[in-house]
């Protein structure tokens, strides 16, 4: 393609796009509307992944001696917990420890000891994090197995509904932001197409001289992008600032609750927009020429 002609597909969406200011205002303020609620429901579908990770992370196995166990028959327990594949952290919290944890309950000046006849009945036991959740069964079953260990408990029914429940959220939120990306499509291609109506005489001169479709395509192709690049940019500028202030709130005021605050996945959120933009621009060009190209 040579440059000149380049350069009159360009000429020819810019004065479009002129001509047609305000079918071009409704066009960037339908595509930055929808990717404004689909940026939304994309950082919430990544918050709510971001927050069921942690969940994920939080969660801990606790392995139970026995409690006529040994200290050093306790230790040589750890060594083998330790060896056991899809094991990420062990810690050993003694009785004396558990003890002490319970008195600082009670309050200070309250001797659980004494008060249990200078026996401490509680058992030495381990707390184990797994590399991945997928490991956090599997780790349980084969501590089980291990010499010493009394009893395993870390929250099945718990566990087993939390992953339940991760696995809808992505699952929806992908299919959520699915639809919403085809919405905005729909709504793209139906605001260009009045662009295009207007233009129809136009392109039916064009088509009995000769021009080809692709010809034709171009300007409104280049039309559509422009159109769309400009809606992404404004509702990835908004979004932006609006997440920054909602996020910076929840950390201050809601300190439990784990937001992403690396803004480096949020511009990366918000390239991919630009991106979309643009795509939904040019598609939305390309479904509503067509119907006018068939003379």
């Known amino acids: 393609m040579k440059v000149r002609t380049v350069g009159y597909f360009f000429k020819q969406a810019f004065k479009s796009m002129w001509r047609n200011g305000w ?22 579908v990544f918050n709510a992944d971001y927050i069921a990770t942690d969940l994920e992370s939080d969660v801990e196995i606790v392995a139970y001696m026995d409690v006529d166990a040994s200290r050093n028959e306790v230790l040589q ?14 810690k050993l919290v003694t009785k004396e420890e558990g003890l002490e944890t319970l008195n600082k309950r009670f309050g200070r000046n309250y001797d659980l000891l004494s008060s249990l006849g200078g026996v401490n009945p509680l058992p030495d ?62 709504l793209v291609a139906t605001t260009i197409r009045l662009t295009v109506f207007a233009r129809r005489k136009e392109i039916q001169i064009m088509k009995y001289i000769g021009a080809t479709d692709w010809f034709i395509r171009w300007p ?27 996020a910076t709130n929840i950390r201050f005021n809601l300190t439990f609750i784990p937001l992403i605050s690396d803004m480096t996945l949020v511009m990366k959120i918000l390239g991919s927009l630009l991106v979309a933009g643009t795509l939904v621009g040019a598609l939305g060009s390309l479904i509503s020429v067509r119907r006018f190209l068939q003379v």
């Open 77 to 90: 327990v750890g060594e083998q917990i330790k060896a056991i594949k899809g094991v990420a952290e062990v």
């Open 220 to 246: 409104f192709f280049i039309e559509g992008m422009v159109l769309g690049f400009i809606g992404a940019l404004v509702a990835g500028v908004v979004l932006y600032f609006t997440y920054d202030f909602v």
């Open 125 to 186: 036991l381990y707390r184990i994090k797994a590399e991945s959740p997928e490991d956090v069964e599997t780790v349980a079953k084969t501590l089980q197995q291990v010499a010493h260990v009394d009893k395993v408990d870390y929250g099945k029914e718990v566990v087993d509904k939390l992953f339940a429940v991760i696995r809808w959220v992505r699952f929806m939120g992908a299919g959520i932001v699915l639809l919403l990306a085809l919405g905005a499509i729909f």
């Open 23 to 44: 079918m071009g205002v409704a066009a960037v303020t339908t595509v930055a509307i929808t990717l404004l609620i689909v940026g939304i429901f994309t950082l919430l």
